[in-house]
């Protein structure tokens, strides 16, 4: 049966997240329910990955299996044309053999924070609004701590169960254009609120809440109270996937 690949962008805002769940509207079972219109077919849409409830994507990645006769280029315009516009389709081939989740060989977030003394209007849903002071040189520094393969335990959410809490770190880094602050990482992967609870703690640790070495610490004691509070989920988006020879920053 065709493989179809599907780059897709949405305002988590009105959502609980990016997997079908009984206690309010998901994104996935919003496509699911277009594609349904559109193939006639019951269709289980398969993603890189679950993003919580209020997080955000600008390139999430999923695929779908059909007996449709829509070429695969046309899925995107197809599904957009009854999609509600916080979410779009932006782009659509085939894929053989080819698996969202399975494949994934890395997956960049980023946490943004508006740092201004006052709210914004316009980015109140995609940044956390954070006025206290804060310190870019040592949040960076601390950022670098992150880099490499090491064991995440202490970045894990309360009650949630894995064998695994390794991975690896490939980018971590701070950048500022004006009041607005970005947290950028890349990795083999991430736990559930594990970057929301990484961005907590380096926001902690750039107001003077938390010693620079916290990160440090807390991969060493693999004890959860040695990181920081979990950051809102409106100011976390995924960024950007990357599988072997297809990486969506090259699409969009």
Same mark, same amino acid.
């Given at each position: 049966?065709?493989?179809?690949?599907?780059?897709?962008?949405?305002?988590?805002?009105?959502?609980?997240?990016?997997?079908?769940?009984?206690?309010?509207?998901?994104?996935? $079972?919003?496509?699911?329910?277009?594609?349904?219109?559109?193939?006639?077919?019951?269709?289980?849409?398969?993603?890189?990955?679950?993003?919580?409830?209020?997080?955000?994507?600008?390139?999430?990645?999923?695929?779908?299996?059909?007996?449709?006769?829509?070429?695969?280029?046309?899925?995107?315009?197809?599904?957009?044309?009854?999609?509600?516009?916080?979410?779009?389709?932006?782009?659509?081939?085939?894929? $053989?053999?080819?698996?969202?989740?399975?494949?994934?060989?890395?997956?960049?977030?980023?946490?943004?924070?508006?740092?201004?003394?006052?709210?914004?209007?316009?980015?109140?849903?995609?940044?956390?609004?954070?006025?206290?002071?804060?310190?870019?040189?040592?949040?960076?520094?601390?950022?670098?701590?992150?880099?490499? $393969?090491?064991?995440?335990?202490?970045?894990?959410?309360?009650?949630? $169960?894995?064998?695994?809490?390794?991975?690896?770190?490939?980018?971590?880094?701070?950048?500022?254009?004006?009041?607005?602050?970005?947290?950028?990482?890349?990795?083999?992967?991430?736990?559930?609120?594990?970057?929301?609870?990484?961005?907590?703690?380096?926001?902690?640790?750039?107001?003077?809440?938390?010693?620079?070495?916290?990160?440090?610490?807390?991969?060493?004691?693999?004890?959860?109270?040695?990181?920081?509070?979990?950051?809102?989920?409106?100011?976390?988006?995924?960024?950007?996937?990357?599988?072997?020879?297809?990486?969506?920053?090259?699409?969009?």
């Amino acid at each position: 049966m065709p493989r179809i690949r599907l780059i897709i962008q949405y305002d988590g805002t009105g959502y609980v997240g990016w997997q079908t769940q009984p206690n309010g509207v998901a994104v996935q $079972e919003v496509i699911e329910r277009e594609l349904r219109k559109l193939t006639g077919e019951k269709t289980d849409l398969h993603a890189s990955g679950r993003t919580d409830s209020g997080v955000h994507a600008m390139a999430q990645v999923a695929h779908f299996d059909t007996e449709s006769r829509i070429p695969p280029d046309k899925f995107a315009y197809a599904l957009n044309v009854g999609l509600p516009r916080d979410i779009r389709v932006i782009y659509s081939d085939m894929a $053989e053999g080819f698996h969202a989740r399975f494949d994934v060989i890395r997956k960049h977030y980023r946490y943004t924070v508006n740092n201004a003394p006052h709210a914004g209007v316009f980015n109140r849903n995609t940044a956390l609004h954070y006025h206290y002071a804060l310190d870019m040189d040592k949040m960076k520094r601390a950022a670098g701590d992150l880099l490499g $393969e090491h064991d995440f335990l202490a970045f894990k959410s309360a009650g949630t $169960e894995l064998e695994n809490t390794v991975r690896t770190i490939y980018r971590a880094e701070w950048s500022r254009q004006g009041n607005i602050l970005t947290f950028d990482i890349a990795g083999s992967g991430f736990m559930y609120n594990m970057v929301r609870i990484i961005a907590g703690t380096l926001l902690e640790i750039g107001s003077g809440k938390r010693k620079e070495d916290s990160i440090k610490r807390a991969l060493q004691s693999l004890d959860r109270r040695d990181a920081g509070a979990t950051a809102p989920a409106h100011g976390l988006m995924l960024y950007r996937v990357e599988y072997p020879g297809f990486d969506t920053a090259k699409i969009l």
